[in-house]
C-alpha cells in the first residue's frame, strides 16, 4: 500500500466524495486510487490527463501521485499538440478516465521529486510549465488547510477546473485534511450545482472574479445555504468595493470570505486575507501563508519609499520552469518567485498589490498603468480589461466591457484616466468579458475584440439568431456562456428549439438545452451528420404532448377510442414541475414563477369559457372559477372537460403556498427526492382512499389523480436508477385497476415508463417538424376543438384535422403577436424553467396541453 492510499484510508468511512450520482467514503476512495494505481504500474510515466470535475478524473490522477508518476493536467477538448510535441507523453488518460499507453516509460529521467506539470497561464497554448514537486503539494494544502480551518466536517464544490492550480489546490487541501469533496463541472449559474450542495450540506467554495459577476445574476445573496462556512476568492483582484460587500453578506448570513493571492509558480497560495479583515481591508492581499516569508526588493521605476517588486519564499515555491523534455530531469533551480507585482507591506504587517511591473506600457509619450485603468473604471462601477494594441500607425489602449455599457463613455473615461485623446482608446462592448480556462483575464482576446470594433462589425452567426427568433431576446442578451435554460426558455421555446437545432447540427445533442452557446457554435462548424432515414431525434416529452393531443382530440370526436392522453400529460406536468420549476434560485424567485405558471394555465382557459359562454352553451359560471368540480353542475358531460385544468391549477396552487414557507422551501432543497416521494406516497393514500374519505367517481378522475403529477415529479427529482426504479414500481402498482378498461391502463403505464426511461426517440427527418407544431399549439387545439370538430359531424377524422389546423393557426399568430409587443409583460408555462433571468423579461409562452380525454 503506497503512502497516499494509506493516508486516504485511515480516514476509514469518513464521507470523501460526493457527485450527482455516487458517494464514497475514504476507504472506498482509497481502494479505487489503489485500482487505479495498479493498472498504471511501477515504472515512472510521463501521464497526460484530460480533466473533468469527475471521479474519471480524481480516481487516476490519486493513483498517478500515488506511484509517483509526473502528470501533466489539460483542459479536455484543447488542442494539446504543441505540449504533445514537446514533451512527448507515454501515456493519457482522458477525460471519461480511460487509459491509453502510448509508448513505454521514456528512458529520459524524470527527477524524482517531479509529480506535477501546470501551465503557466491556465491555457495550453504554450508549452511553457511549472514544475511542482511533492514537497510543493503536501506543504500548500497544509498551509491552506491550517488557515482555512479545514476539518472533517468541511465539504467543497468544485467550481473550478482540476487543470487549473487553484481548483486543484482545493482537491489537495480537502483530501490532505480528511475533508469532502463535491465533484461538479457545473457552473454556479446553474441550479443542478446548488441542488448539489444543499443535498450534500457544501461549507465551501472557490470563485475567481468572475464566479462573483455570476453569483451576482444569480441572486445568490437571498440564497438559503444553511451549510455554507466561506467562500475564498483568488485567481486575480476583486475589486475593494466587491470585496466589503460579501465580506458584509457573509457577515449577516452567517459565512466568510477568505480573499487569497497566489500564483501557478507557487502550487497555489502565496497569501490568505483573514477573514475578519475583508470589510476593513478590502484592497490588501493579507499574510503570508504559512511556512512562506514576503519581501519587497526596491525597483528603480519605484522610488517611493517601501514599494517595490513582491518577492515571495516558501516551500511552495516550484522547482523551476519546464520548456522541453530535458527540463524534467532537472531538480530545484529557483529558490524564490519574483510576482512582477509592485506592492507595499503596511504598518500591520499586511501586504497590498498596488500595480505589476509586466502592466507597463509606452504609448503616446507617456508611461500608462493599464492595472490602474482598470481600478479607475471599477471605481465607477464598470468592470474592465484593459490591454494595449499595436496599430499601423499609433498604439492604442484596448478595452473589453460587458455590453450594459456605452462604448463612448468608456472611452471618454479610459482616455481620462490615462491621459490620451479619444482616439487613442478603442472600446469593445462584449456580451461577456474574454476569460481564460483558469478564470483569468484574456487579454490577447481582449486585443482582438477591440480591433474588430474598430471595424465595421459582423453579421451574427447562426445559433445566435436561432436564440434570438426562438426566445424573442436581443442578440445583446446572448453571451458565450448563455445556455437555453438560462436564457428563459420554456416548454414551448424547447419543443421549437430542439427542432431547429437539429435541422442546423444534422442531430441533437444530448442535454443540448445545458449546452453553452460557444459549444452550440463549435458543434456547428462541424461536418455534419450523413442523413439517414431515423436519423432525427424527437424528445420524448414533446412526444407524448404531440400524441396525447391527436388521441385526446381523435378520441372526443369519434374518430376511434384510445382515452389516457391526459394522466400521461398530468404525469409530465410533474416530471417538469420537478425538472424546471424547482430550481436553486432563491425562494421569492421560485414562488414568484409558481404564481406565473398558473397564471399560464388558468388565464387562457378562463379567457376561451368566457369567449365559449358567448357563442356555446358547453360552459357553466363555475367553469369561470375553474372549479367546476368542486361547485358543480356535477352532471354535466360538456363543463366537466376542464377536470385536469382544475386538478394542476389547485394543485400547483398548494404547493406554490407550502414552498412560500421557508421551513419548507428548505426541506425541499435538502432532500429533493425524498421531499417529492412523501407527496407520491399522499398521493398513493388519495388513490387507495386510505383515509375512506369515499369521494366518489368525479374525484377519482380529478383531485385523486394527483398521484399522476407527484409520480412526474418524483421521477424528475429520482438520482440515481435505483430511486427511478422505485417511482416506476408504484406506477405500476397503482395503475393497476385504475381505469376499467386494460388497454388506457397500458397507454397510461407505457407513456409514463417512456418518460422516465427514455429522453428522446429516434424517428425519420420530417417527424419533429411535425411533431413540434402539434406539441406547441397544444393548448390552443385543446381549447377549440370542442367546438371545430362538431363543424364536420359525419366526417371525425376531417373534424380532427380541422381541430388540430386550428390550434396551430392560433398559436402561430399569438408568437407574431409576442414577438409584436416584445419587451411587455408576460407569462411563462409549467414547463419553463422557473427563473428570472437578470436584464430582460420573462418569455411569453403558450402552456403546455393538460387536457381531459374524457367527459
Known amino acids: 500500500m503506497t503512502a497516499l492510499v494509506r493516508h486516504l484510508a485511515d480516514f476509514g468511512d469518513r464521507p470523501a466524495v460526493a457527485t450527482a450520482t455516487e458517494e464514497l467514503t475514504y476507504r472506498d476512495l482509497a481502494h479505487r486510487v489503489a485500482d487505479s494505481a495498479a493498472i498504471l504500474g511501477n515504472r515512472r510515466r510521463l501521464i497526460l490527463m484530460e480533466t473533468r470535475n469527475e471521479l474519471g478524473t480524481l480516481v487516476p490522477y490519486l493513483g498517478a501521485l500515488a506511484r509517483r508518476h509526473v502528470v501533466l493536467p489539460v483542459p479536455p477538448g484543447r488542442d494539446t499538440a504543441d505540449i504533445v510535441a514537446t514533451y512527448r507523453p507515454d501515456t493519457v488518460i482522458t477525460g471519461d478516465g480511460g487509459v491509453e499507453f502510448l509508448a513505454e516509460p521514456s528512458a529520459d529521467a524524470l527527477h524524482p521529486e517531479l509529480s506535477l506539470l501546470m501551465s503557466t497561464s491556465g491555457s495550453t497554448g504554450s508549452p511553457k510549465l511549472v514544475r511542482l514537486s511533492r514537497e510543493n503539494l503536501i506543504s500548500n494544502a497544509d498551509a491552506i488547510g491550517k488557515y482555512l480551518g479545514i476539518d472533517e466536517n468541511d465539504r467543497a464544490a468544485t467550481t473550478l477546473p482540476m487543470s487549473y492550480c487553484y481548483g486543484l489546490s482545493v482537491v489537495h487541501s480537502h483530501l490532505r485534511r480528511g475533508a469532502g469533496l463535491i465533484l461538479t463541472d457545473h457552473s454556479v449559474v446553474d441550479d443542478e450545482f446548488w441542488e448539489l450542495f444543499l443535498r450534500h450540506r457544501g461549507t465551501s467554495f472557490a470563485g475567481v472574479p468572475y464566479t462573483f459577476d455570476l453569483l451576482d445574476r444569480v441572486g445568490f445573496g437571498e440564497m438559503d445555504l444553511p451549510d455554507l462556512r466561506y467562500i475564498t476568492q483568488a485567481g486575480g483582484r476583486l475589486a475593494p468595493q466587491r470585496v466589503r460587500r460579501y465580506a458584509d453578506l457573509g457577515a449577516r448570513r452567517g459565512w466568510q470570505l477568505f480573499v487569497m493571492y497566489g500564483a501557478t509558480e507557487a502550487t497555489a497560495r502565496m497569501a490568505y486575507l483573514p477573514a475578519e479583515l475583508a470589510a476593513a481591508r478590502p484592497s490588501s492581499i493579507g499574510r503570508p501563508v504559512p511556512g512562506g516569508s514576503f519581501a519587497i526588493e526596491p525597483l528603480d521605476d519605484w522610488p517611493d519609499p517601501g514599494v517595490g517588486e513582491l518577492v515571495y519564499r516558501g516551500p511552495n515555491v516550484m522547482l523551476g520552469y519546464a520548456g522541453q523534455r530535458a527540463d524534467l530531469a532537472l531538480g530545484r533551480t529557483v529558490d524564490e518567485l519574483r510576482t512582477g507585482d509592485i506592492a507595499r507591506r503596511d504598518p500591520d504587517g499586511l501586504y497590498q498589490v498596488i500595480g505589476r511591473s509586466g502592466r507597463f506600457v509606452k504609448m503616446w509619450g507617456l508611461r500608462i498603468d493599464l492595472q490602474r485603468i482598470e481600478t479607475v473604471l471599477s471605481e465607477q462601477g464598470v468592470t474592465a480589461f484593459c490591454a494595449a494594441v499595436d496599430s499601423d500607425d499609433e498604439d492604442r489602449l484596448a478595452l473589453a466591457v460587458t455590453d450594459e455599457h456605452d462604448p463612448g463613455e468608456i472611452r471618454r473615461l479610459a482616455a481620462r484616466a490615462a491621459g490620451l485623446p479619444s482616439a487613442a482608446v478603442w472600446v469593445a462592448a462584449l456580451p461577456e468579458l474574454p476569460l481564460l480556462p483558469s478564470g483569468k483575464p484574456d487579454y490577447a482576446a481582449v486585443r482582438g475584440a477591440a480591433r474588430r470594433a474598430a471595424e465595421p462589425a459582423a453579421g451574427s452567426n447562426d445559433i445566435r439568431r436561432l436564440f434570438v427568433e426562438v426566445l424573442h431576446v436581443s442578440e445583446a442578451e446572448i453571451t458565450a456562456d448563455s445556455t437555453f435554460l438560462r436564457l428563459g426558455g420554456t416548454s414551448l421555446n424547447y419543443v421549437a428549439m430542439s427542432i431547429r437545432l437539429e435541422r442546423m447540427l444534422g442531430y441533437l445533442p444530448p442535454d443540448w438545452q445545458q449546452l453553452p452557446v460557444r459549444e452550440l457554435e463549435r458543434l456547428a462548424t462541424l461536418p455534419g451528420r450523413n442523413r439517414r432515414w431515423f436519423s432525427a431525434s424527437l424528445e420524448t416529452g414533446v412526444a407524448l404532448r404531440a400524441v396525447a393531443i391527436i388521441l385526446i382530440v381523435g378520441s372526443h370526436a369519434g374518430a376511434f377510442q384510445l382515452w389516457g392522453g391526459a394522466h400521461i400529460l398530468l404525469g409530465l406536468a410533474g416530471y417538469n414541475f420537478g425538472r424546471f420549476c424547482l430550481r436553486a434560485v432563491p425562494r421569492a424567485e421560485r414562488v414568484r414563477h409558481l404564481r406565473i405558471t398558473i397564471a399560464s394555465i388558468a388565464v387562457p382557459s378562463i379567457a376561451w ?33 376542464l377536470w385536469f385544468v382544475e386538478v394542476l391549477v389547485y394543485v400547483l396552487i398548494g404547493l406554490t403556498l407550502l414552498l412560500a414557507v421557508p421551513t419548507i422551501d428548505r426541506l425541499e432543497r435538502r432532500v429533493p427526492f425524498t421531499f417529492a416521494a412523501v407527496f407520491l406516497a399522499a398521493g398513493v393514500a388519495l388513490r387507495y382512499d386510505v383515509l375512506g374519505l369515499r369521494l366518489g367517481e368525479q374525484a377519482m378522475f380529478t383531485y385523486l389523480a394527483f398521484w399522476f403529477f407527484a409520480a412526474g ?66 393548448l390552443y387545439t385543446y381549447l377549440v376543438h370542442f367546438q371545430v370538430y362538431p363543424l364536420f359531424a359525419g366526417h371525425p377524422v376531417v373534424g380532427v384535422v380541422a381541430a388540430i389546423t386550428a390550434g396551430v393557426l392560433i398559436a402561430r399568430a399569438v408568437t407574431e403577436a409576442r414577438r409584436w409587443l416584445r419587451g411587455g409583460s408576460t407569462v411563462g408555462g409549467l414547463l419553463d424553467d422557473g427563473v428570472r433571468r437578470v436584464g430582460h423579461e420573462d418569455r411569453p409562452v403558450t402552456v403546455l396541453t393538460r387536457l381531459p380525454d374524457q367527459p
Open 713 to 778: 415529479w418524483a421521477a424528475a427529482k429520482a438520482q440515481n436508477n435505483w430511486q427511478r426504479f422505485a417511482v416506476t414500481a408504484v406506477v405500476v402498482v397503482c395503475t393497476a385497476g385504475y381505469f376499467e378498461e386494460g388497454s388506457r391502463q397500458l397507454l397510461v403505464l407505457g407513456g409514463l415508463i417512456l418518460l422516465f426511461w427514455l429522453p428522446a426517440v429516434r424517428c425519420p427527418e420530417p417527424l419533429p417538424a411535425l411533431a413540434g407544431l402539434i406539441a406547441e399549439a397544444s
Open 609 to 641: 369559457v368566457a369567449i365559449a359562454l358567448l357563442i356555446t352553451d358547453d360552459y357553466h359560471l363555475s367553469n369561470l372559477l375553474l372549479a367546476n368540480k368542486i361547485l358543480g353542475p356535477f352532471d354535466s358531460m360538456t363543463a366537466g372537460r
